[in-house]
């Protein structure tokens, strides 16, 4: 059944809409669920949260993107099952992620009065200025949770590659951030869960692994055509230098 049938049975009061949202989208949800809470019981009823919220949310709302729509609602939720100042009780997962924004985006204040949704609209004019296999290794990585390893198994590159140019991402938006006076940690967590609906549908599609395999080709030549102009500026410096020093 296509969305827009499933939304109109959302319309209608039918509570097949449930079942048919959960036929189609349930294994999304309980996965994306998982990876935060670490909880098959907890993850189970985020998972029915879910359906809760969107049969008390359509109508009015008609969804333009029915699943980006469920997994954000969806992610919200398993955040806010998240109690942040029990560290010990978080899944190793979300401290990873937290503990990488940390590490990018230290000691900033938060802006007075700044929402989660705010944050998210401005996370979402930066990944619109990323290149696609960029935002979407961001996406795949601190919206839905994968490992480094899964990612390097997913395109078949490297571990190492994938960290730094999530390492640069970070970087980006920690300039991004920075001119924009606002972020924390795990505000930024939280606050993906708003970005743009073109955004999470990418980062679900299955990105062809021949693009991101080019796209990683052609970093590490421009990163070689760097270490070749050092190189030769060194040499030119080199000869430069020996010449001064015998003509003399």
């Known amino acids: ?5 499933i939304i109109d049975l959302f319309f ?17 949800l309980s996965k994306l669920a998982m990876r935060i809470l670490n909880c098959h019981e907890d993850a189970e009823e985020c998972k029915n949260d879910t359906y809760f919220e969107t049969w008390n949310t359509v109508p ?7 699943l980006a729509y469920l997994m954000r609602i969806c992610r919200c939720d398993a955040f806010d099952r998240i109690e942040w100042q029990k560290a010990k009780k978080r899944h190793s997962c979300i401290v990873e992620l937290t503990s990488e924004m940390s590490e ?37 990585r601190y919206w839905l949770g994968l490992s480094i390893r899964e990612l390097s198994n997913q395109y078949g590159i490297p571990e190492s590659n994938i960290k730094t140019q999530l390492y640069r991402t970070r970087e980006s938006l920690k300039k991004y951030l920075k001119r924009k006076e606002s972020t924390m940690n795990e505000l930024i967590m ?8 073109r955004w999470i549908t990418e980062a679900m599609s299955d990105y062809e692994t021949v ?25 030119l410096y080199s ?3 020996s010449y001064l020093v015998y003509s003399t």
């Not at 989660?116 to 609209?121: A, M, S």
Request: net charge positive; proline share 4%.
């Open 190 to 197: 939280r606050a993906l869960s708003y970005v743009d609906d």
């Open 104 to 140: 990018t985006i230290p000691d900033t204040k938060l802006k007075s009065g700044i929402e989660e949704w705010e944050l998210g609209q401005a996370l979402s004019v930066f990944l619109e200025s990323l290149s696609a296999p960029r935002r979407i290794l961001f996406m795949k």
């Open 60 to 66: 009015p709302n008609r969804p333009t993107n029915f």
């Open 211 to 235: 693009k991101m395999n080019t796209f990683f080709q052609k970093e590490r030549r421009k990163k070689i055509s760097l270490y070749c102009r050092m190189y030769c500026r060194c040499c």
């Open 239 to 241: 000869v430069h230098f």
């Open 12 to 28: 209608d009061r039918k509570e097949s809409a449930i079942f048919e949202t959960d036929n189609k989208y349930g294994n999304h």
């Open 1 to 5: 059944m296509n969305d827009e049938d």
